[in-house]
């Protein structure tokens, strides 16, 4: 029988907590702070405080709704970084408590290694197939836009990476000029549907490799929009859903150009993978923005121009959550790779 894990996940804004039986969720409870709205943001103080008051009922809830006693766990993973340490802290004091209480293992957990392993989670109700190592991952979240290459559970090198803003913050930042509440990326996905994708033409950055940059559009966007409400003042209810089509297609071309770019290099073994002829065929999306369905779709469209074999994590293990976490730390638990009472949580990516 795979063991249970408990997973804990508190980097940003949601706390949450899940149970898994190897690869099979039990169970995945998330409390989002709506606090954060009325501010247009995450307010760090705030998000910390709201995980003290969550973690306790939400880790409760995890380990009912998997149907199973706390002393049937066999180890406990928390998100380590990267994220706002006010709640990292929340999130890894309750861990190292547990793991002690409990006597058993404490796992750390990358946070954007997880979103990328959040692929290995299985439904036994509704089987897919698996990505197979290595394969390219895009993992595109509110703090981060990087591809990577992944070789193995934890063998990940990062090829490529936003030089400004992630493509998250992108869409958020873009509903904020359009006066849309936060956080603005699902609500654009909303609108754009029924809008012209074409309508409107934003920049393009031009930065060289496998980096991205996208601080040039949502200028270039602000500006367009000051200078259109110049003539007319309801610019943007008149063009709402016109301006979410061409703002979220601008933003997926931009992910989808690199994604290709790096797909066709590794092919061209600048990324020798031994054993493997170079020839990368699976390629993935992950994280807060791989919900997007405009992203989703130009992936299946280009992974069947290109013959690659397209990889979507289900809706609800695209934006952040707990079961991505403890699918992490079952691979860890296989390995023994388990941590020390004295883990320090890190705000920055570390790879
Ligand atoms: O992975 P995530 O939940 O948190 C971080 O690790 O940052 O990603 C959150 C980001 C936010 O910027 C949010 O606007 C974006 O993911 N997002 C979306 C969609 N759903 C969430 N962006 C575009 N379309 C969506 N459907
Ligand atoms: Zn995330």
């Known amino acids: 029988m795979p063991p249970f894990i408990l997973g804990i996940e508190t980097s940003?804004?949601?706390?949450?907590?899940?149970?898994?039986?190897?690869t099979i969720v039990r169970s995945n409870v998330t409390a989002n702070q709506e606090i954060h709205k009325e501010f247009g943001?995450?307010?760090?103080?705030?998000?910390?405080?709201?995980?003290?008051?969550?973690i306790v009922p939400v880790i409760e809830a995890a380990i009912r709704r998997a149907n199973i006693r706390k002393n049937q766990l066999a180890a406990v993973a928390f998100t380590q970084g990267p994220g706002l340490l006010g709640s990292l802290l929340v999130g890894s004091s309750f861990a190292k408590s547990f793991a002690l209480a409990m006597e058993i293992p404490l796992i750390e957990v990358d946070h954007m290694q997880a979103h990328i392993l959040a692929h290995f989670l299985e439904d036994p109700q509704n089987q897919r197939p698996l990505p197979s190592f290595p394969f390219v991952c895009l993992t595109v979240s509110g703090g981060h836009t990087q591809i990577v290459l992944v070789r193995d559970y934890f063998d990940m090198e990062v090829l490529g990476q936003t030089i400004d803003d992630a493509a998250g913050e992108a869409f958020d930042k873009s509903a904020k000029i359009l006066g849309l509440p936060y956080p603005g990326g699902p609500i654009i996905d909303k609108l754009a549907a029924g809008g012209d994708p074409v309508r409107f033409s934003f920049s393009r950055p031009n930065i060289p490799a496998l980096d991205y940059s996208f601080s040039g559009l949502k200028t270039s966007i602000l500006?367009?929009?000051?200078?259109?409400l110049k003539k007319d003042p309801a610019f943007?209810?008149?063009n709402k859903r016109d301006l979410c089509a061409s703002i979220q297609a601008t933003i997926v071309e931009i992910l989808m150009?690199?994604?290709k770019l790096a797909v066709e290099e590794i092919r061209d073994t600048r990324y020798a993978i031994p054993d493997h002829g170079s020839r990368i065929v699976d390629v993935a999306?992950?994280?807060?923005?791989?919900?997007?369905?405009?992203?989703?779709k130009a992936l299946l469209e280009t992974a069947d121009k290109e013959g690659?074999?397209?990889?979507?994590?289900q809706f609800e293990y695209t934006t952040d959550n707990a079961a991505m976490i403890a699918v992490a730390g079952y691979?860890?638990?296989?390995?023994?790779d388990f941590t020390k009472q004295s883990a320090i949580s890190y705000a920055r990516s570390r790879w």
Do not use: M
């Open 12 to 22: 940003c804004d949601d706390t949450s907590a899940s149970v898994v039986e190897g």
């Open 41 to 54: 943001g995450v307010v760090p103080e705030l998000a910390s405080r709201a995980h003290q008051q969550n």
């Open 223 to 228: 500006y367009f929009i000051r200078d259109e």
């Open 236 to 238: 943007i209810e008149e």
């Open 257 to 259: 150009g690199k994604l």
């Open 285 to 296: 999306i992950a994280g807060g923005v791989s919900a997007n369905s405009a992203l989703r």
């Open 308 to 313: 690659w074999n397209a990889f979507i994590p």
């Open 331 to 336: 691979f860890k638990f296989l390995k023994g």
